[in-house]
């Protein structure tokens, strides 16, 4: 094959790898919000049952268990109102722990609604991807793949994918070569004070001690 095809097979199979990484991640983030908000549904169970405690309060003196009430929200059906003494001591206790929970709830449940909003628009951006990649790569049309590259670098703070890096540069970015970093960290000198105040510069080898001379 040409340079150009190995390229081109080198940079499909690293974006097609990228984009699946990312796709099981945002699926795996989609799985545990959707338990969370299963959870955050229970609010109104939890808001209905502060309100029947409350609105009943005076049905329920110190060392109540238990009363039968009116179940307005289910058309004045009568239910046994067991109140749950082993984490509260007292009605009003247990009514304002549930609103407390309630609050929180759907404070919890808003914004799940929303990761949830964001994750949607990451999955059509990444599904959308996949189906270019696959075009490009029937096609063998290394065009389309930089620019499939380029947008998934552009949404990857929304989608999380990561940009794959290559042997080669496609697309005009090289990475910089590793020496630059070994030369500067070469220059880097251990630094000691003496006694009457003058500055010490000692080299972390014979070269570097050459260098100072």
């Known amino acids: 094959p040409s340079r150009g095809d190995s390229r081109s097979t080198r940079l499909l199979n690293s974006l097609t790898k990228g984009v699946s990484k990312a796709l099981t991640a945002i699926n795996k983030k989609n799985a545990s919000l959707q338990?969370?908000?299963?959870?955050?549904?229970?609010?109104?169970?939890?808001?209905?049952?502060?309100?029947l405690i409350i609105s009943n309060l005076y049905r329920l003196p110190a060392g109540s268990t238990s009363v039968d009430v009116e179940d307005w929200d289910n058309g004045g059906e009568l239910v046994t109102l067991e109140l749950n003494t082993k984490e509260y001591s007292s009605?009003?206790?247990?009514?304002?722990?549930?609103?407390?929970?309630?609050?929180?709830?759907?404070?919890?449940?808003?914004?799940?609604?929303?990761?949830?909003?964001?994750?949607?628009?990451?999955?059509?951006?990444?599904?959308?991807?996949e189906m270019d990649l696959g075009v490009a790569g029937q096609t063998d049309d290394e065009g389309m793949l930089v620019l499939v590259a380029e947008r998934l670098e552009r949404t990857s703070s929304k989608t999380g994918f990561?940009?794959?890096?290559?042997?080669?540069?496609?697309?005009?970015?090289?990475s910089k070569p590793k020496q630059n970093k070994n030369k500067k960290e070469?220059?880097?000198?251990?630094?000691?004070?003496?006694?009457?105040?003058?500055?010490?510069?000692?080299?972390?080898?014979?070269?570097?001690?050459?260098s100072i001379c």
Request: proline residues 2%.
């Open 35 to 51: 338990r969370e908000l299963d959870k955050a549904e229970s609010l109104e169970a939890t808001m209905i049952r502060a309100n």
């Open 91 to 129: 009605a009003q206790e247990e009514a304002d722990a549930l609103f407390a929970k309630g609050r929180k709830m759907k404070r919890g449940s808003k914004i799940i609604q929303e990761l949830m909003v964001r994750s949607v628009e990451a999955l059509e951006i990444l599904n959308d991807a």
């Open 162 to 174: 990561q940009m794959p890096s290559l042997d080669e540069d496609v697309g005009g970015g090289q």
């Open 186 to 210: 070469n220059q880097t000198y251990r630094k000691f004070t003496s006694p009457s105040g003058l500055q010490v510069l000692v080299g972390r080898n014979k070269r570097q001690n050459e």
